[in-house]
């Protein structure tokens, strides 16, 4: 009897990264707060990265595919929001583009592939308003958390 492999679903992971006591700083968290809440399919896993850095390299192990949420600092208006994948920041200029967890993501990226890892990554950022010390977010950026999540859900369907 010959056996039909079942198509496995690709596994994913969101992460969110920043500093919940640095207002904005911590959007991706916030991010991955709210998609805890909803009803996820069985190959997606959330994961507050925090600012961990290289230590996340653990977590990226065995994942097809990386869906970080950050933010950056594009000198835009606060809000706006970016697609960007891992290797059009290396290209960009540090002044025009420039996120606040960049290198140790960069970095961890950069060994996950030296030590086999195969997935894609990409980034979803936001401009900032507030890096300052609090634990709320600014109003431009409370207001796109919808359109946030909603970018994030279509990402894991694609």
């Known amino acids: 009897m010959v056996k039909i492999k079942e198509k496995r679903s690709k596994k ?3 992460m ?3 500093n919940l006591l640095l207002k904005d700083e911590g959007f991706g968290i916030h991010i ?8 996820l399919p069985e190959n997606v896993e959330l994961l507050d990265g925090g600012v961990l ?4 390299l653990g977590y990226i192990e065995d994942i097809e595919k990386l869906i970080v949420v950050d933010i950056v600092n594009a000198t835009m208006k606060p809000g706006k929001i970016f697609r960007i994948k891992p290797e059009q920041i290396k290209n960009k200029s540090q002044k025009s583009f420039l996120s606040f967890h960049q290198i140790g993501l960069l970095e961890t990226l950069n060994m996950a592939e030296i030590l086999g890892g195969k997935f894609e990554t990409i980034i979803f ?3 900032p ?3 300052e010390m609090g634990m709320e977010l600014s109003e431009e950026l409370k207001e796109k958390i919808p359109e946030m999540i ?9």
């Not at 991955?32 to 009803?39: A, G, P, Q, S």
């Not at 850095?53 to 996340?56: C, R, S, V």
């Open 32 to 39: 991955v707060r709210e998609l805890k809440k909803l009803e």
């Open 53 to 56: 850095g290289p230590n996340l």
């Open 12 to 14: 994913i992971l969101i």
């Open 150 to 158: 909603k970018l994030v859900l279509d990402e894991i369907k694609n």
């Open 129 to 131: 308003k507030s890096i």
């Open 125 to 127: 950022a936001i401009q």
């Open 16 to 18: 969110g990264v920043g």
